[in-house]
């Protein structure tokens, strides 16, 4: 599958050409961001931090751009990162992987010496795990390239990635030579690297066609677009659609929706057609075995399926897609088609956009929409007070009932959302 490639520089997106040239440059990473992650991994690249343009306290011009971006996917940071801190750091601000160049290769090795830095790496293990951990094993005519692509170590791609593996749960190659040139990229190179090695492979650097991409697909191999994606050479679409296995599943992929809060709703299956639809309409769309015909979730009903992003398993034979469910789920009415009863069980997400909706959508007689700021901190505090004075289960329950829905009507007035605090304690988590 496709991940999609964001290189930051001097505070922009850009493309360069040969990590040198630049090509494009643009301001609109929110909006990258969220088109990307709809139909796979996204990796953001501090390429300021990868050439050691920062300040004395390590950060880039780039630097609150990157941080702004970490929790808007499922994004996978590099570009500097020497340290076990700083990839700690970027982990607990919502990074899911962090990627390690120049640090990982002992580049100035004398014969006898180890072709990686182990010290480092035995450390960044035990600080973060190996799942966390890409290495790159960028390369210039064969050899490990470092510093930024500025100078290659004395190290083969094939001997470097024998040994980055027992560190990582995948390598990121890049074929330097081809980076940014859409010229295509060394095929021979890549097919020797993915035999070479077992874990995940990730092949970037001059991809310039979907045929490609569903070679390298077929090999075994993920592929990173940048130049591509940015000229309209490739289409995020074609490319998830068509590096799905057709053939395992006789042209019927099984797709799983479940909520943003994880629960499980229903279960069809789609064809090309039906992936078509649902990326072209923002909806999830099936096609009916019964009816021989497409049919988009809530056509009738009006309780359709907004589509957030979609996720192909690591066989490439279901899919597991992510909606905004709008009303229940199942034809019979009830949230999920796995249960039986007619409304979605409460959580915090679900009592928020009931809030949201009270304040856009005001209904007579509706106590939410009378809250305004002033009253709404009265009542937080309120709350709080009652629910320390509160004895017993069944009083503390009804008062922190009581808190919690004031303080998600506070949050929604402050532009706030529950994914907002679960990434604040996560990142606390992480911190420790």
């Known amino acids: 599958m496709v991940i999609s490639s964001i290189d930051l520089k001097d505070g922009h997106v850009v ?9 494009l440059q643009r301001d609109d990473s929110d909006a990258l961001i969220d088109e990307f992650n709809k139909y796979g991994e ?28 970490l929790r808007r996917g499922n994004v996978r940071v590099g570009g500097g ?18 990627i390690i160049g120049s640090a990982a290769w002992n580049a100035s090795r004398k014969d006898g010496e180890p072709i990686l830095n182990t010290a480092f790496l035995d450390e960044l293990v035990k600080a973060i795990g190996r799942q966390r951990i890409i290495i790159s094993v960028d390369a210039i005519n064969g050899k490990i390239a470092v510093k930024g692509w500025t100078e ?13 593996e027992k560190y990582a749960s995948e390598l990121l190659f890049t074929c330097v030579e081809k980076e940014g040139c859409m010229q295509g990229t060394d095929m021979g190179m890549v097919k020797e690297l993915r035999n070479a090695v077992k874990c995940r492979v990730v092949a970037a650097g001059g991809v310039n066609s979907l045929e490609q991409v569903v070679e390298l697909e077929r090999m075994g191999c993920d592929v990173q677009l940048g130049m591509a994606l940015y000229t309209g050479v490739v289409s995020l679409k074609d490319s998830f659609i068509e590096c799905l296995d057709w053939k395992k599943t006789d042209g019927m992929i099984p797709v799983i929706a479940q909520s943003e809060a994880g629960e499980v709703l229903m279960m069809g299956y789609a064809n090309k057609e039906a992936f078509e639809r649902t990326f072209k309409d923002g909806k999830l769309t099936f096609f009916s075995r ?31 897609a992510t909606v905004i469910p709008h009303g229940g789920a199942c034809h019979t009415g009830s949230w999920t088609c796995f249960g039986s009863e007619p409304d979605a069980k409460s959580n915090m997400e679900r009592l928020y956009a009931t809030i949201a909706d009270r304040f856009a959508n005001p209904k007579p007689g509706s106590y939410t929409a009378t809250l305004n700021d002033k009253r709404v901190r009265e009542k937080v505090m309120e709350e709080a007070e009652e629910l320390t004075e509160a004895e017993g289960k069944d009083e503390v329950v009804w008062e922190a009932a009581d808190l919690l829905y004031f303080v998600s009507v506070l ?11 679960y990434n604040e304690l996560d990142k606390r988590h992480k911190e420790k």
Do not use: P
Request: glycine share 6%; net charge positive; hydrophobic share 40%.
């Open 15 to 23: 493309q360069l050409k040969n990590g040198k040239d630049l090509v």
């Open 42 to 69: 996204v990796a953001i690249i501090d390429l300021d931090a990868a050439l050691r343009n920062t300040d004395e306290k390590g950060n880039t011009k780039n630097t609150e751009l990157l941080k702004s971006l």
């Open 81 to 98: 990162i020497r340290d076990v801190k700083k990839a700690r750091q970027l982990i607990s601000l919502g990074a899911e992987k962090v």
């Open 152 to 164: 290659t170590a004395n190290i083969s791609l094939i001997e470097g990635a024998r040994e980055a």
């Open 290 to 320: 019964t009816r021989k015909a497409l049919w988009t979730k809530g056509e009738t009903s009006g309780h359709f399926l907004q589509l957030v992003k979609l996720r192909a398993d690591c066989d490439r034979d279901t899919v597991l």
């Open 411 to 421: 949050m929604y007035k402050e532009g706030v959302n529950w994914q907002d605090v």
